[in-house]
């Protein structure tokens, strides 16, 4: 559904289309009247966004460059025309069914002084109207990751030769998924609604050849 604000009074709400889902007050909702019937249903709901299952573009690419034994190796994996309903409890929608209240939603949330605010009022009650599937919760979830990075340095052969043993060495640092470049404030894009987020990992170390 569409969302063209919230509402502002009580005289805003007798003053608007009848909204079927529940009863709204102040900071609540406030949906197109898709078939101007003067009614707020089902036969108002549109297509919105894209895909949120699977992003309707993927693609990655590698950059690479080594110079006098320095180098790196970098991958990169990126979506297009995706989308994300952002519908976690606790973060997006807080206090359902006992769940916590994010920080995020609560500096976020409208109030009689904040009316431009980004989501709904706050409420502890079942509020069917807020949370149909609508444009206030649907978010850009295209991303573009670095997903695995390595900087190296191949010791040079004239000092290994000293060791008479080692063959080749190499000292290496490695990352996984330490950049991303996304349009979500909080969320990570690949898991915006997990209970456990993606983790980054560093690994330094030394392969020796003999």
């Not at 209970?195 to 990992?201: A, E, F, G, V």
Request: aromatic share 12%; net charge negative.
């Amino acid at each position: 559904m569409q969302d063209i604000g919230d509402f502002t009074n009580e005289e805003d709400i007798a003053n608007s289309p009848a909204q079927n889902f529940s009863t709204v007050r102040p900071g609540d909702i406030k949906y197109r009247d898709v078939n101007s019937d003067n009614i707020i249903d089902e036969n108002d709901k549109i297509a919105i966004g894209y895909s949120d299952v699977a992003p309707e573009i993927y693609y990655s690419f590698n950059l690479g460059l080594e110079w006098k034994g320095l180098g790196f190796n970098a991958q990169f994996q990126g979506t297009g025309n995706y989308s994300a309903i952002l519908n976690t409890k606790s973060m997006y929608w807080p206090l359902i069914n006992n769940t916590t209240l994010s920080r995020h939603y609560y500096e976020n949330r409208w109030t009689p002084e904040n009316t431009n605010a980004r989501y709904p009022r706050l409420s502890s009650e079942s509020n069917a109207n807020n949370y149909q599937t609508n444009t206030v919760w649907l978010a850009d979830r295209s991303f573009l990751k670095l997903r695995n990075v390595e900087v190296y340095y191949k010791l040079p052969k004239n000092l290994l030769d000293r060791t008479k043993i080692v063959g080749s060495a190499r000292l290496y640092v490695r990352g996984a998924d330490l950049l991303c470049f996304d349009k979500l404030d909080v969320s990570d894009p690949e898991s915006y609604g997990a209970t456990n987020p993606l983790n980054k990992s560093v690994i330094v170390g030394l392969t020796i050849g003999f």
